[in-house]
């Protein structure tokens, strides 16, 4: 079965570098998300892409967070420069179509920790 | 707004017994519901959805969830609780307004004991 994959698996980083995060969605959909999960909190909505464009972000997705489509096949989510609050489980999903009876289906995450 | 409440932070059910994990929720249009579940240091996975339809939906592993809309529920059932269903789900909602990210529950950590 097709599934999205991410990597790494694990980032650790210095407050005020700037990180990739890198995901493959699966290679027929045309949705891409990424969502965030702060330890023991609730899923965070990030940022959803469509058409190798925004589509819509949350007011969490500040200045310092962009995403890209590089080439075709990975989805990168990039933080500029690292907070500590920054960390969290990290989580992409893709979706294959417009209509609702397609449900996202999500990575296993990148545990980001700023330190 | 759309939102979604998990009033348990916890449930706890015997093994072989009937569970069930509650999640209401607030959307401005029809509501696209779905049931994610998530084992530890792994990701979100796929459960169960109501698009339309009929209002009890059948998902994997067994579980089930019914739509009420006069209530604004989608609870999660499942006849008999098994160990391995022990878990933190997740309900979450999207709705038909063209929006396009899902909103989640806090969760519901569910715990069987054999």
């Known amino acids: 079965e097709p599934e999205v994959t991410q990597t790494p698996s694990h980032q650790v980083t210095q407050m005020g570098q700037e990180v990739i995060l890198r995901c493959v969605p699966i290679?027929?959909?045309?949705?891409f998300y990424w969502y965030r999960q702060i330890l023991g909190q609730k899923v965070e909505f990030l940022v959803s892409?469509?058409?190798?464009?925004?589509?819509?972000k949350s007011e969490i997705f500040d200045d310092q967070f962009s995403v890209e489509r590089p080439d075709g096949s990975n989805f990168t989510l990039k933080i500029r420069s690292t907070k500590l609050e920054d960390s969290a489980m990290y989580f992409c999903?893709?979706?294959?179509?417009?209509?609702?009876?397609?449900?996202?289906?999500f990575g296993p995450g990148t545990r980001l920790t700023v330190t | 707004a759309q939102s979604v409440a998990q009033p348990e932070d916890q449930v706890n059910v015997a093994e072989g017994n009937p569970l069930t994990v509650k999640c209401t929720y607030s959307?401005?249009?029809?509501?696209?519901l779905f049931w994610y579940v998530q084992y530890p240091n792994r990701g979100l996975q796929f459960l169960l959805k109501?698009?339309?339809?009929?209002?009890l939906v059948k998902g994997s592993y067994g579980f089930e969830a019914e739509f009420n809309k006069s209530q604004t529920s989608f609870h999660l059932k499942k006849p008999s609780a098994l160990v391995s269903d022990s878990a933190l789900y997740f309900c979450?909602?999207?709705?038909?307004?063209?929006?396009?990210?899902?909103?989640f529950g806090a969760g519901t950590r569910l715990f069987v004991k054999a």
């Open positions: 999903a893709s979706k294959a179509g417009t209509s609702e009876s397609y449900e996202q289906y």
């Open positions: 290679s027929n959909h045309l949705y």
């Open positions: 892409f469509y058409n190798n464009e925004i589509s819509e």
């Open positions: 959307v401005s249009g029809n509501p696209y």
């Open positions: 109501y698009i339309t339809g009929d209002n």
């Open positions: 979450a909602v999207r709705d038909d307004t063209g929006g396009f990210k899902t909103i």
